[in-house]
């Protein structure tokens, strides 16, 4: 299946114009959602930091250090992952699966369109280029969601922002980056093959879009696992 | 011209076309009638490559459409246009969009060129106007009409239809038979019907192939059809009482 998501596009002009309308709907789709739970995980997590440093003698503005890494690191790229698997996952198989059950797929097939390239290709391109936006999104947010809950938890904002500038390695950044790339190609690649292959009608696609949920969550956890012991 | 030559189709251990040899003409529709489960669907499905025959051979004209490449078959399915049951348009797409999809995809036409050709097959469909429209927001007649001008927007010269008046009330369905008579007698299209509908069959039926479990029980035309001797053939088309009444009368 993947030979073919990438085979050379019958008519590019069609490509480019699915896989801006793919971009669109995963990348401006998403955003809201992203954002949302990106301020709030910065939040949280400085909260719970400024709680646990508060008996301690651990300077103030390792808050600020602690969540920045923490949020590029991780959180960025592995629970925004998580929630687009669920989001634009489902939204993949369904479609896919919709397509398969009311003979869309058969109709491109007879006219002698190559639909796993069509239509897989595309999702699977507008994914690698939009997860990367997300997650780096993702990350400014939850950042700023930190600063402003340690405003209301007495930590002066000055040492929320000289931890953020303490001892900052760009290669944090680029583990994020590739974090999103192979999570987008797992979340894309995985909806598409549950949505694609479905047999039979609504209960069916139900399923298939809850197995592309979980299994591309599941491979999402193996993979970051397997990128931070190969990377870090 | 389509010929099949002794096609079979087996899922797993059961055997579904059980050698199956007829042509199909030009300018003629012809329809392939049989009860549920009697391999009609299979056998649409195999002569258009959405399933592979186990053997036997499928001939477009000289072409042996069973034993070609991907690249090869592409070639033939552009000159294939399907209806299909129910519709299969695609849902994200306006009514023009739809049937100037094949357009897109594979001609080089202008932008002008294209409109031109839609709204000349909207207007043969008689649905002029409709362009803006989409599948969700149309009636089921109006979704096959749509169905059938995307698959004639190519101008093909075969065409293929799974069971186009499932679901339709009889004076549409009666529409869409005659549109489709028409549109094969104009254009000197194959036209491959595939039906359990007998309003259909004395509509249009130039020639009519009956399968019985996966076998051709018998073939005619609609003129012959009332009196065929055939056991299976007859159970089927008078399965009604009141068609059992007409036929005594």
């Known amino acids: 299946m993947v030979g073919q998501v990438f085979a050379r596009p019958q008519k590019w002009a069609m490509y480019w114009r699915e896989t801006m ?14 954002s949302i739970i990106a301020l709030f995980i910065g939040a949280v997590t400085a909260v719970q930091f400024a709680y646990q440093l508060e008996t301690s003698f651990i300077p103030k503005f390792y808050i600020g250090f602690i969540l920045r890494d923490s949020i590029i690191i991780e959180m960025a790229p592995t629970l925004s992952a998580l929630m687009l698997a669920g989001k ?44 990367p936006v997300l997650v780096t999104i993702a990350a400014g947010l939850g950042i700023f969601g930190g600063y402003m809950a340690t405003v209301g938890t007495g930590i002066p904002p000055s040492d929320y922002i000289r931890g953020l500038s303490y001892w900052f390695m760009p290669f944090n950044v680029t583990l994020m980056l590739v974090k999103a790339v192979v999570f987008a190609f797992i979340v894309s690649t995985v909806s598409c093959y549950q949505g694609y292959y479905v047999k039979g009608g609504a209960l069916e696609i139900a399923r298939a879009s809850t197995r592309a949920v979980v299994n591309s969550s599941i491979m999402i956890l193996i993979a970051d696992f397997l990128i931070a012991k190969l990377m870090l | 011209m389509i010929r099949i030559e002794d096609i079979r189709k087996s899922f797993g251990e059961v055997e579904v076309l059980k050698g199956i040899t007829t042509t199909f003409n030009p300018g003629q529709t012809s329809l392939i009638i049989g009860s549920s489960g009697s391999g009609k669907t299979v056998m649409v499905k195999c002569m258009v490559g959405l399933f592979e025959v186990t053997s036997g ?56 060129e294209k409109m031109h050709r839609v709204n000349f097959c909207l207007e043969r469909v008689g649905l002029t106007g409709s362009n803006a429209k989409y599948p969700s927001e149309i009636s089921g007649g109006m979704m096959k009409r749509v169905g059938i001008a995307r698959s004639i927007v190519l101008e093909p ?28 007698r104009e254009n000197n299209i194959t036209t491959i019907i595939n039906t359990h509908d007998m309003n259909s069959v004395m509509e249009m039926g130039d020639q009519v192939t009956f399968l019985n479990k996966g076998i051709k029980e018998w073939e005619g035309s609609k003129e012959e059809i009332l009196h065929s001797d055939n056991e299976f053939l007859n159970e089927f088309i008078f399965a009604s009482k009141f068609l059992q009444e007409l036929r005594d009368a």
Do not use: H, W
Not at chain 1, 21 to 34: A, T
């Open chain 1, 21 to 34: 309308r793919q971009m669109n709907d995963i990348g401006i789709g998403s955003l809201m959602i992203v």
């Open chain 1, 88 to 131: 634009v996952g489902s939204n993949i198989a369904s479609e896919l699966g919709s397509m398969r059950s009311s003979e869309q797929i058969d109709a491109l097939d007879i006219m002698g369109v190559n639909t796993i390239s069509y239509l897989v290709g595309p999702k699977v391109i507008a994914s690698l280029c939009m997860f």
């Open chain 2, 57 to 112: 051979r499928v001939m477009y004209g000289d072409d042996n459409f069973s034993t070609m490449s991907k690249n090869e078959r592409k070639v033939i399915r552009q000159q294939i246009g399907m209806l299909f049951q129910g519709s299969a348009l695609f849902d994200s797409m306006t009514t023009e969009e739809n049937i100037r999809f094949p357009l897109d995809m594979f001609t080089n036409l202008t932008a002008g």
């Open chain 2, 157 to 184: 010269k075969y065409l293929f239809c799974d069971e186009p008046n499932s679901g339709l009330d009889p004076k549409t369905s009666i529409t869409i038979d005659q549109l489709i008579t028409e549109i094969t």
